[in-house]
């Protein structure tokens, strides 16, 4: 490597300097916590032994130190807290749409389970609007959606016509991918077709109107119309493995 004229001069150079203050600066940020650390365990006579010309400085550089430590980890604080909120529709007071001895809120409270089961072994942290049996009312899972990094609750349509068909999710234009990966995950799965726009729906388009789960930033899925026989009978015999469909979205969605 062949050195410039001057090279001895180059400190007088602004690029060099500013580079050098850059290099400072880095190296500061990469180690204050270690050096807060280490100031920390100094004994307090020897800090006394620092010429009085430098204290001030020190005093400057050290505060420096513990700001760039401090803020260096407050993003790990928030990650800790993250966590998926997955719920059931209706409620054991509210059965919902009913096929026979099929109620919704029953077929949706084993999905959720399932779906809760594969993040539990995946060591994602969520919460639920109930276990086993358990489906607790709207308000309560509304209030599940503060603080998670996404919240989903689980439905089934149900229409007068028998053919009706297809997986949806309805969601705010901020989740429409991911609302049309968690319809595409249902899909596959049944062997059924997506619905409105590759299997998003948008809450303002949505028959229903506004939905309380959707407006607090939720999404909801339709897991197919429990009033269609051959949807029906795919989601009883399929749903562990639509479950574990939905929950791999959701994990990689969470990380």
């Given at each position: 490597m062949?050195?410039?004229?001057n090279?001895?001069?180059?400190w007088k150079?602004?690029?060099?300097?500013?580079?050098?203050?850059s290099?400072?600066f880095?190296l500061?940020i990469l180690?204050?916590?270690?050096f807060?650390?280490?100031?920390?365990?100094i004994?307090?006579?020897?800090k006394a032994?620092?010429?009085?010309?430098?204290?001030?400085?020190?005093?400057?550089?050290?505060g420096?130190?513990?700001?760039?430590?401090?803020?260096k980890k407050?993003p790990?604080l928030h990650?800790?807290?993250?966590f998926v909120?997955?719920t059931?529709?209706?409620s054991?007071k509210?059965?919902?749409?009913?096929?026979?001895?099929?109620?919704?809120?029953?077929?949706v409270?084993?999905?959720r389970?399932?779906?809760?089961?594969?993040?539990r072994?995946?060591?994602?942290?969520?919460?639920?609007?109930?276990?086993?049996?358990?489906n607790?009312?709207l308000?309560?899972?509304?209030?599940l959606?503060?603080g998670?990094s996404?919240?989903?609750e689980?439905?089934?349509?149900?229409?007068t016509?028998?053919?009706?068909?297809?997986?949806?999710?309805?969601?705010?234009?901020?989740?429409?991918?991911?609302?049309?990966?968690?319809?595409k995950?249902?899909?596959?799965v049944?062997?059924?077709?997506?619905?409105g726009?590759?299997g998003?729906i948008?809450?303002?388009?949505s028959?229903?109107?506004?939905l309380g789960?959707?407006?607090?930033?939720?999404?909801?899925?339709?897991l197919?119309?429990?009033?269609n026989?051959?949807?029906?009978?795919?989601?009883?015999t399929?749903?562990?493995?639509?479950?574990?469909?939905?929950?791999?979205i959701l994990?990689?969605?969470s990380?």
């Amino acid at each position: 490597m062949k050195l410039i004229d001057n090279w001895k001069q180059a400190w007088k150079l602004k690029s060099v300097q500013v580079g050098a203050i850059s290099a400072f600066f880095y190296l500061l940020i990469l180690f204050s916590e270690q050096f807060v650390q280490v100031w920390n365990i100094i004994p307090q006579d020897l800090k006394a032994y620092i010429p009085a010309q430098w204290q001030e400085y020190v005093g400057c550089f050290v505060g420096v130190a513990m700001v760039l430590a401090r803020l260096k980890k407050q993003p790990e604080l928030h990650e800790v807290n993250q966590f998926v909120t997955v719920t059931a529709g209706h409620s054991n007071k509210d059965p919902g749409a009913v096929n026979g001895k099929f109620k919704e809120a029953e077929l949706v409270s084993q999905f959720r389970n399932a779906v809760a089961y594969y993040l539990r072994e995946a060591d994602i942290q969520y919460k639920t609007d109930g276990v086993g049996t358990l489906n607790q009312d709207l308000n309560t899972a509304i209030k599940l959606i503060k603080g998670s990094s996404v919240a989903v609750e689980f439905h089934m349509n149900a229409a007068t016509s028998k053919q009706a068909n297809g997986i949806e999710t309805i969601a705010l234009p901020k989740d429409k991918k991911l609302a049309q990966e968690l319809s595409k995950a249902v899909a596959d799965v049944f062997g059924s077709r997506l619905r409105g726009d590759n299997g998003w729906i948008d809450q303002s388009q949505s028959a229903r109107g506004k939905l309380g789960f959707i407006s607090n930033g939720g999404l909801i899925v339709e897991l197919g119309f429990i009033s269609n026989e051959a949807e029906l009978a795919a989601f009883n015999t399929k749903y562990w493995s639509a479950a574990k469909a939905v929950a791999m979205i959701l994990i990689k969605h969470s990380k």
